[in-house]
């Protein structure tokens, strides 16, 4: 009998060296939780559709926990970040949690006149005071210094953001 092409080898495959090379595609750094207790989480560069696709509903998540009205369910689309040229300044990372969930993301894009816009900045509600959206800013940091990028880093937000 013919063994034939087995499929889902192939994907079980395909997947676990996608999340390898996302693995070391990252940055790792640890936050401390309510109880005082290290929590490991991951930053990283957007990659896969699928991430776009979790990173856009985490934000739309957000902007409900703010008041705006989004549909549930829905997703933020990102189509500024899917569709960057390689080379061009502008990235979506995603943070990760140790279960490899997205708990937030920090998008950064160069400006006409130079600088940098650091916007789609958020941290998952359950998540946020513990130090995560610190540790991504650093992150940006390190990445536009690493480009030798040395213009303004402009934040973007909104009035709803700064309330809450």
């Keep these: 009998m ?12 395909a997947k ?12 790792f750094f640890e936050c ?6 290290a929590e490991q989480y991951s930053i990283g560069e957007c990659i896969a559709e699928a991430d776009y696709e979790e990173a856009g509903r985490l934000i ?21 970040y899917q ?18 969930e997205i708990i937030g993301t920090a998008g950064y894009r160069r400006l006409e ?12 509600p359950d998540k946020q005071g513990k130090g995560i959206g610190k540790q991504a800013l650093r992150e940006v940091i390190k990445q536009l210094e690493e480009k030798e ?9 909104n009035r709803r953001t700064v309330d809450n």
């Design 32 to 37: 401390r939780d309510d109880n005082d207790q």
């Design 83 to 100: 569709k960057a040229r390689e080379g061009a300044l502008a990235r979506l990372l995603v943070i990760r949690d140790a279960q490899d």
């Design 113 to 124: 006149n130079g600088d940098v816009l650091l916007e789609k900045f958020y941290v998952h």
């Design 60 to 80: 739309a998540e957000v902007w409900r926990d703010m008041g705006y009205p989004v549909e549930e369910g829905k997703g933020i689309p990102l189509p500024e």
């Design 149 to 157: 990028f040395n213009g303004d880093l402009v934040l973007d937000t």
């Design 2 to 13: 013919d063994k034939g092409f087995d499929l889902s080898q192939l994907v079980n495959r």
């Design 16 to 27: 676990a060296e996608m999340a390898v090379a996302r693995r070391t595609a990252q940055a």
